[in-house]
Structures are given as structure tokens and as C-alpha cells.
């Protein structure tokens, strides 16, 4: 039966043992299926099988050469030289460079080892999902075919989310929601902030899910009738907006009368709130893709709920909306990106390597590539990752400014209703309710002690005047 694979960031220890990779008796084999265990526990194998997928083992288990990147990342010695059985000096040649390069960029996990196998997830230079798909890379064997398959596919991975990262940190987030609702506002859509939005998706629901069909009027005067008790700025325009968004994702059944208006019925797979607001987020993030913006899955769960519960939600639907054309229409965004910054940190430099990661075939069912192919790649994404790394170090705002909230300059005298019933607030500092009882207590002191003050020595001799 199947063993359970470990977490993600359980790669330095043995997920059968448990116990952390050394170079003695628990040192790290990684299989051509990218599952990597000590060799004591492959020589206890009953078949020649990996533990959790069960694929077979097409190589002497002494055959194959010990994971050295993780053997760096947990502090024990390397080994100098390893044999390893291929069937050419020309071929050692090409797996010692690939080797080499992934070693390299292995050193940038470094900053998240820990202690126990098990590593600490602390700040590191590359984003959380950067570091995901780089252990992928490292967990591969490439002295194996479908090690060196997957080897391929783990650098293309490697080189879109580059991509991505670096389009991010070009972008300003604080004109980011305003070009994003620009360009929903721009399709005759809306979004009316996450608390608002909800409800009035809860009550067209409310509306359609017994499989009526109404006109786009009735359903939106019953939305507004509904909604203005708690949301009293609710108006036909703006409902009429939320439900022409659904309209673009294609969530109505439309049935044309003559001379009449048309009468929309919800389909039948999304009569249930979390199919309703899947495909309504995904009209969002669709929106936004076309527009040419890039928001990273925090953003969108902020942006679209006013938490950071939501990320692997948005993470998801940003997956399901990749093309195997976005990685290479991304390499544009990123050139005209670069051409309207002044590019200083020379970054046009990496297009090539780029382009030659986007042209990798993703399918699983892909030919192997050759070995000259196969070192070609992994120097590319050697290259396209420090290429990151040194941005992120040396020209990036984000590394080193540190975001200061900024201060409302009104007093905040009473809760957000919004981080009460929601959970979460969407104008995050830029909001004028308090979102603690500390802010709120604080605000209420100065106001009082300004006050007091302002009546003690007048208005024209004191600098403390309530906004």
C-alpha cells in the first residue's frame, strides 16, 4: 500500500525514517519519480518500487548518486565525486554541469532550513512558491529519464514564475486595485467591496437557485430592495454592474421573448454559493489578466474577500486560467515593462534564456529531452533566478522600504463594520474605523486631550486642531 507523502517543506528528512538527511547512514536518494528517501530505508524496499507512487526503479539503487543539494542544506559533508552509470563521457559531462546548476540555485533555500528536516519558514529572498517549485527541481533524478522529464518542466515552472515575480515587483500596489477596477468598470462591471459584494451574490442566488427565470430588471430591484437595508448606497446601476459581471462569466441561461426583455436563469452547476463565487472571482482575475495586470494570490484574497485566508482559492483559479501561451505573452508584458522603466538593472539580458524556457513543451507525454537540451535549460534557470535574486537585493522598493501605515488623519471613533462581520477590511490602513480596541481607545485619548488643549490655550496658539 502507498506510503503518505510528506509536506512540502519536509524535504530534508527521510519521509519513511524521518529521520534528517546526513551523509552516513540516511543519506538522500531522489528517484526518477521525484520522491527522495535515505538509502537505508530503498534497501529495505520489499519491490523496486517508490514507497508512494509505486513507480518502478529502473536503476541500481547503488547506482544512484546521492542528492548533494540537499546534503548542502542540511549542513553534512558532500562527497567529491560519485559514480554515476550512463552511457557516455559525453553524458557525465552534461550531468555534472546540470548538477552543479542545481546545487547553486538549491543555495537559495538556505535561508528556510531548519532544524529536524523540517524547514522554518522564515524570510527568505525568494517568494513562497518560488521556493515550492525549486524543491520540486531539486528533488529531481537526473540520471533518470523521467527525472530528467520532469528536470525540464520544473525549470519552465521555474522561468514563468520568474516572470511573474519580476512584472510584480514593477508594479505599483498602490495604483494596482485602481487600474483593476478601472478596467472591471471599463466592461460594464462592478465590484462593490468584499462585505457588499457577497451579500448581493448571496441574494441572486436567493433569487435563481429553485431554477426561476427573471428579467434582468425584477432581479435587480429585488437585489437592491433586499440589500439597501444594510448597504443603503445600493442603487440599480451598481447591482445591474454585479449582475452583468455574472452575465460575462456566463452564469445565466438567457431565454430571448419577442418584444419583451429576455429572461435569465441560473445553470444548473452554479445553484450553490461556492460554484456561484468561483466562477465570479475567475471573471475577475480573467479581467484583470487582460488587462495586463499581474496581482500576486494575497492581493486577490485582500482585493476580492479583505482577508488572507482565500490565497490558495485565487491561487487555484489563476492556475486554471494559465494558457501554455501566458508564459510566453508574459516575456512581452515583462520587455515593455522593462522599456518604460529605464530597465537598471539590465534585466532585458534574460529575455533569451527566458524565451527558451517558454518554448519548453509542458505536456506530461512530452519527448525526454536530450542531454544538451537538459543543460542548456538548467543554465537558464540558473541564470533567470539570480537574475531575481540580485533585483529583489539590489533595485527592489519593496526589499527595502518597509510599507509605514499611514495614519488616518481623522479620528477614529467607532469599529469597522467590516473587520466585525467580514473579518476582514478592504481599505487595510486607509480605513477611518478603528480595527483594534487599542486604535480605537487611542484615537478617543488624543481626541480628548486635543481637545482639552485646544480650549486651554485657543485656536490660534496651538498646532493641534481636529481635522
Not at 525540464?152 to 514563468?160: C, P, T, W, Y
Not at 456561484?276 to 484583470?288: K, S, T
Not at 490565497?311 to 508584458?333: G, N, R, T, Y
Not at 537538459?374 to 531575481?388: I, N, P, Q, R, T
Request: charged content about 20%.
Amino acid at each position: 500500500m502507498p506510503v503518505q507523502a510528506a509536506q512540502w517543506t519536509e524535504f530534508l528528512s527521510c519521509p519513511i525514517c524521518y529521520n534528517e538527511f546526513d551523509s552516513s547512514s540516511h543519506q538522500p536518494i531522489s528517484l526518477g519519480c521525484s520522491h527522495t528517501v535515505c538509502k537505508t530505508c530503498l534497501h529495505k524496499l520489499h519491490r523496486k518500487a517508490c514507497p508512494f507512487d509505486q513507480t518502478p526503479i529502473s536503476t541500481d539503487i547503488d547506482m544512484l548518486p546521492v542528492n548533494c543539494a540537499l546534503l548542502q542544506l542540511v549542513g553534512a559533508q558532500v562527497p567529491d565525486v560519485q559514480p554515476v552509470s550512463l552511457s557516455s563521457a559525453a553524458e557525465v559531462e552534461h550531468y555534472e554541469v546540470c548538477r552543479v546548476c542545481v546545487e547553486e540555485l538549491a543555495l537559495y533555500l538556505k535561508p528556510i532550513s531548519g532544524a529536524k528536516g523540517v524547514a522554518t519558514l522564515s524570510p527568505s529572498v525568494l517568494s513562497r512558491p518560488m521556493q515550492r517549485k525549486l524543491v520540486t527541481l531539486v528533488n529531481c533524478q537526473l540520471v533518470e529519464e523521467e527525472g530528467r522529464v520532469r528536470a525540464v518542466r520544473a525549470g519552465r515552472s521555474l522561468g514563468e514564475r520568474t516572470v511573474t515575480e519580476l512584472i510584480l515587483q514593477h508594479q505599483n500596489p498602490q495604483q494596482l486595485s485602481a487600474n483593476l477596477w478601472a478596467a472591471v468598470r471599463a466592461r460594464g462591471c462592478q465590484f462593490l467591496g468584499p462585505a457588499m459584494q457577497e451579500d448581493a451574490l448571496k441574494l441572486v442566488l436567493l433569487a435563481l437557485e429553485d431554477g426561476s427565470a427573471l428579467s434582468r430588471k425584477v432581479l435587480v430591484l429585488f437585489v437592491v430592495q433586499k440589500l439597501e437595508a444594510r448597504f443603503p448606497q445600493a442603487s440599480k446601476t451598481s447591482i445591474g454592474h454585479v449582475v452583468q459581471l455574472l452575465y460575462r462569466a456566463s452564469c445565466f441561461k438567457v431565454t430571448k421573448r419577442d418584444e419583451d426583455s429576455s429572461l435569465m436563469q441560473l445553470k444548473e452547476e452554479f445553484r450553490t454559493y461556492e460554484a456561484l463565487r468561483r466562477e465570479h472571482d475567475a471573471q475577475i482575475v480573467h479581467i484583470a489578466m487582460e488587462a495586463g495586470l499581474r496581482i500576486s494570490p494575497e492581493q486577490w484574497s485582500s482585493l476580492l474577500y479583505g482577508d488572507l485566508v482565500h490565497k490558495s482559492h485565487m491561487q487555484s483559479i489563476i492556475d486554471k486560467l494559465q494558457s501554455p501561451e501566458s508564459f510566453a505573452k508574459s516575456v512581452q508584458e515583462l520587455t515593455i515593462v522593462l522599456q518604460r522603466t529605464g530597465d537598471p538593472a539590465n534585466l532585458t539580458s534574460l529575455r533569451p534564456h527566458l524565451e527558451l524556457l517558454a518554448n519548453i513543451d509542458h505536456n506530461p507525454d512530452a519527448q525526454a529531452p536530450s542531454w544538451e537540451e537538459l543543460e542548456s535549460v538548467m543554465l537558464a534557470v540558473k541564470l533567470v533566478v539570480h537574475g531575481l535574486v540580485e533585483f529583489i537585493q539590489n533595485f527592489s522598493k519593496k526589499s527595502h522600504d518597509t510599507p509605514q501605515p499611514q495614519a488616518n488623519s481623522k479620528y477614529k471613533t467607532s469599529m469597522c463594520r467590516d473587520l466585525r462581520q467580514q473579518g476582514g477590511c478592504p481599505r487595510g490602513t486607509n480605513c477611518t474605523f478603528a480595527h483594534t480596541q487599542d486604535e480605537l481607545e487611542k484615537d478617543l485619548w488624543k481626541q480628548k486631550r486635543c481637545t482639552c488643549h485646544f480650549s486651554l490655550i485657543g485656536p490660534h496658539q496651538s498646532g493641534c486642531v481636529k481635522k
